[in-house]
């Protein structure tokens, strides 16, 4: 079974940083892309960030380019995303995400992906 477990969220003031883990266990964790969304009450969940199986595609959404960075580390079976510059409208709660299939270069589409971390807060105060 697949578990994903989020960690690292807290409050930061604006301008600050935050570097979010998820461990994952239950499969291999290489042969598989990852994601992060994130979500605040009343509306949909949103498409953060995503790597490759292999860690060598990225895709980020427009509001984090260039201030959120996505890696991976196989060996420790973790995922990780790296906030900088982070803005009060960066609160939310933030998902990572593993999809069903492996060897993929990731997606933005949560419908693409079949498990769920748990959920970490992230609050940015201005």
């Known amino acids: 079974q697949v578990q994903l477990v989020e960690s ?3 409050l930061v003031q604006a301008g600050g940083s935050l570097r979010l883990s998820c461990a994952a ?3 291999t964790f290489s042969n598989y892309a990852m994601g992060w969304f994130r979500q605040v009450p009343g509306k949909e969940r949103e498409f953060v960030a995503t790597i490759s199986w292999r860690g060598r595609t990225t895709y980020y959404a427009d509001p984090v380019k ?11 079976n973790t995922v990780y995303l790296q906030m900088n ?6 609160t939310a709660v933030y998902y990572c995400a ?4 492996g060897y993929g270069l990731g ?5 693409e992906y079949a498990y ?5 807060q992230v609050t940015v105060s201005s």
């Open 8 to 10: 690292g969220g807290g």
């Open 116 to 120: 769920w971390g748990q959920g970490t």
């Open 66 to 76: 260039g201030r959120f960075t996505i890696s991976r580390d196989n060996a420790k």
């Open 98 to 101: 593993a999809p069903r299939e």
């Open 25 to 27: 266990s239950g499969r």
């Open 85 to 90: 510059s982070l803005k009060p409208e960066d």
């Open 107 to 111: 997606s933005r589409e949560a419908s």
